[in-house]
């Protein structure tokens, strides 16, 4: 319990102890440890560790979500939830969320979690809260990537998507071969695995067993390597 209350604590003060310590956001580690990266593009060190056990985790511009084994956690506390891994759509003072695992949607909120009805085919890779509606980035037929409405209508197709897929706000980032694509920007990254939401700003990209952090914002796109952590 120690290490969830360090956590909430963090998060809640994350905009003080930024006047001082500029930070990119937080980063989960090869360890299953959620730190926040201090300074700035290139320039960066790692916090002490934060919350331990994490599978997932996401922050928005207000607040930290982070996934157990069978629980989301952020500063009000713990709420139960279905196992595995969690991918989160920041709403406001809110977030959807997707269970992989289970196959299912839910809505946190206050510290509680709403199951919400859904009926998504394919392997959903991420979602998006868009404009007071969720969209979800889903691969079919092994290779195809679409983005799609809650009610499956399309939105979108990726056709040279390989590797993760994240929907950010007005655009997507993939991984296509050796490299990753973000609107009509490409940068060299080969072993792509995954993507997690660092910040309003940034993404941590993991690749080749290494962690890097993504600059997201349109016209200032930079990847720079995370510094590593013992295992």
Not at 56 to 61: L, M, V
Not at 188 to 204: D, G, I, K, R
């Amino acid at each position: 319990m120690k290490i969830i209350v360090a956590f909430a604590i963090c998060t809640g003060t994350w905009a003080q102890t930024g006047v001082d310590r500029p930070q990119l956001g937080k980063m989960l580690d090869a360890n299953g440890a959620v730190r926040t990266v201090y300074g700035i593009a290139a320039s960066v060190m790692l916090g002490d560790v934060e919350m331990s056990g994490v599978i997932s985790s996401a922050c928005s511009k207000a607040f930290c979500l982070a996934k157990t084994e069978t629980s989301i956690v952020s500063a009000m506390g713990s709420v139960d939830t279905p196992a595995g891994p969690a991918m989160f759509a920041f709403d406001g003072d809110s977030a959807f969320v997707w269970f992989p695992r289970s196959r299912q949607l839910a809505k946190w909120h206050d510290g509680v979690l709403d199951v919400l009805d859904s009926s998504i085919e394919g392997e959903v890779l991420s979602i998006r809260a868009s404009a007071g509606s969720l969209e979800f980035a889903v691969r079919r037929f092994k290779k195809d990537v679409w983005i799609v409405k809650l009610d499956g209508g399309g939105v979108g197709f990726l056709p040279h998507s390989t590797g993760p897929v994240m929907l950010i706000p007005g655009g997507v980032v993939y991984a296509a071969k050796g490299e990753i694509a973000i609107r009509d920007v490409r940068l060299p990254l080969e072993e792509v695995t995954a993507f997690h939401q660092m910040s309003v700003n940034y993404l941590q990209v993991r690749a080749g067993g290494l962690d890097y952090s993504l600059r997201i914002d349109s016209g200032r796109e930079t990847l720079f390597q995370l510094p590593g952590v013992s295992q």
